[in-house]
């Protein structure tokens, strides 16, 4: 079963982190990928730009309406995703939670239809 694992960010947890403790935080997610593409569950992802880059489109009475920004007014927005092909959905969470922003914001887990 393929899943979609959704990275958020909060801007002010990360800003609170040391120079040191932001430098970690990639190496640690590459690490899992390898990991993961070695053991053949691993299908693709990205990082993605900042929330500022992002549009919205709402059709509304058949008017397509565009807004700058992301989708909701939140504080956590989402930063990028993997997708993995696993066993179970526990395989799945147990995934996400070794991704390092579950530790600072957390990781959705959703199936691919």
Same mark, same amino acid.
């Given at each position: %079963?393929? =899943? %979609?694992?959704?990275? =958020? #960010?909060? /801007? @002010?947890?990360?800003?609170? *982190?040391?120079?040191?403790?932001?430098?970690?935080?990639? &190496?640690?997610?590459?690490? *899992?990928i390898e990991e993961l593409v070695e053991s053949g569950e691993w299908v693709g992802g990205?990082? *993605?730009?900042? &929330?500022?880059? #992002? !549009?919205?489109? !709402?059709?509304?009475?058949?008017? @397509?309406?565009?807004?700058?920004? /992301?989708? @909701?007014?939140?504080? $956590?927005?989402?930063?990028? =995703?993997?997708?993995?092909?696993?066993? #179970?959905? $526990? !395989?799945? *969470?147990?995934? @996400?939670? !070794?991704? &390092?922003?579950?530790r600072l914001s957390g990781v959705e887990v959703r199936p691919l239809g």
């Amino acid at each position: %079963m393929k =899943y %979609m694992l959704l990275i =958020y #960010s909060n /801007p @002010a947890v990360w800003e609170a *982190l040391s120079d040191e403790e932001r430098a970690a935080l990639g &190496p640690e997610h590459a690490a *899992l990928i390898e990991e993961l593409v070695e053991s053949g569950e691993w299908v693709g992802g990205s990082v *993605l730009a900042a &929330p500022s880059q #992002s !549009r919205t489109v !709402r059709v509304r009475d058949g008017a @397509a309406l565009t807004t700058d920004g /992301p989708f @909701a007014e939140v504080k $956590e927005h989402m930063a990028g =995703y993997d997708i993995v092909d696993c066993v #179970s959905v $526990e !395989r799945a *969470l147990e995934i @996400a939670a !070794r991704i &390092p922003d579950a530790r600072l914001s957390g990781v959705e887990v959703r199936p691919l239809g």
